[in-house]
């Protein structure tokens, strides 16, 4: 397991991965690994027993169906406002973001992120692929990225930040105070710095 050691605080932080849709069980494997309580959300009363949440990569359009389905959309929306810590990984990307360029007709995201962000930006599921990206706000080495038809950050507002660039100049990691978002997914490397980086987030929230 790669990544930066972090210094355990007085409380085990409960964090909380939206299970509705995608590759919610890699997430909980890697917080599990990293001392975490690592739990699935599926229910808006859960969201009341977590102190951060990932939103796992899928399909954004299904995941935000099935966000408003079972009522669960405005509760996250509402603690996405709160200030709990929230990573989106490649779908969850697109839900964090204020604006998607071009969801399908009815799409919805969750907001938070000051970004416009462009589903699938790097081709269907042929095309996906490996590169290093440099994230300084993790330190060394380069971050080994999968993108798995990958969204990509067409424009970063100012309340944003641009952690993780290409070397084309595409912005494929955000964040924005206590909310992350990536276009690639770190879970399925063996490089846990950016869930631990997350937990640092988490911890500094449970105990406000």
Known sequence: MAGNATTPEARTPRVGVLALQGDFREHLAVL???????VPVRR??????????????G???????????FDVADPL???????????????????????????ISGQQ????????????????????FETDVDVPVIGEPPVHAVFIRAPVVDEVGPAATAIGVLD???????????????????EVTNDYRFHAYFLDKARAWASR
């Open 59 to 69: 399909e954004s359009s299904v995941m935000d169906k099935l966000s408003r389905m």
């Open 77 to 103: 929306r509402e603690a996405i406002a709160s200030g709990m810590p929230v990573y989106g990984t490649c779908a969850g990307l697109i839900m964090l973001a204020d604006r998607i360029v071009d969801g």
């Open 168 to 186: 084309d100049g595409r912005v494929v990691a955000v964040e924005q105070g206590n909310l992350m978002g990536t276009s690639f997914h770190p």
């Open 44 to 57: 808006a009363t859960e969201l009341d027993d977590i102190d951060g949440l990932v939103i796992p990569g």
């Open 32 to 38: 599990t690994a990293l001392g975490a309580e690592a």
């Open 109 to 128: 995201s969750l907001g938070g992120l000051d970004v416009s962000v462009r589903r699938n930006a790097f081709g269907s599921q042929t095309d996906s």
